[in-house]
């Protein structure tokens, strides 16, 4: 952990409220002595092999709703996806193609479902870039999935509706 501040640097403060983390106490004072010190910033591994992007480690934003630095656990489904839509704040629409098969005609037919997933500012995502989501407890209406990996969309030609099974 030598990436993390000792010292607290005023987090991005964009809303109206006063943004802080919960675990981490903005007005402490000087430890007298040697000390160690707690880290300015509340980082956490997320486990299942994923690994804390250094955006977050290294990041001054504040976001409840994010599974490295915010109080929310990833369990259940992990899944891959292309990004649809990231017209919303912090909220993005991912595209699963899958393939149904049909028993009459010994075929398959192309199905896709559309789901919203959190993306917290440690990731910057563009549409057609591919994300990995992890389950979540709901954090709204219809998000229950937070990106927890992203990989820069490799051909920029191909449609946002081309069907691509991972």
């Not at 490295?68 to 369990?75: A, P, Q």
């Not at 996806?81 to 909220?91: A, E, F």
């Not at 051909?155 to 946002?160: F, L």
């Amino acid at each position: 952990m030598p990436r993390l501040a000792k010292e607290y640097v005023e987090c991005d403060q964009h809303e109206k409220a006063y943004q802080s983390q919960d675990a981490i106490f903005v007005a402490r004072k000087r430890v007298i002595g040697n000390r160690r010190q707690k880290p300015a910033r509340f980082v956490r591994a997320v486990g299942l092999g994923i690994k804390t992007p250094s955006t977050a480690i290294e990041g001054n934003y504040v976001d409840k709703k994010c599974p490295f630095t915010g109080n929310v656990s990833i369990r259940g489904r992990i899944l891959k996806g292309i990004v649809m839509s990231t017209k919303m704040k912090n909220t993005i629409i991912v595209r699963r193609d899958y393939l149904h098969y049909i028993t009459k005609y010994r075929r398959f037919e192309k199905r896709h479902k559309n789901l919203a997933a959190h993306c917290s500012p440690a990731f910057e995502v563009k549409e057609g870039d591919v994300v990995t989501v992890g389950q979540c407890r709901p954090l709204s209406k219809t998000v229950r999935f937070n990106v927890v990996a992203h990989e820069p969309a490799k051909n920029a030609s191909t449609g946002k509706k081309s069907f691509r099974v991972f």
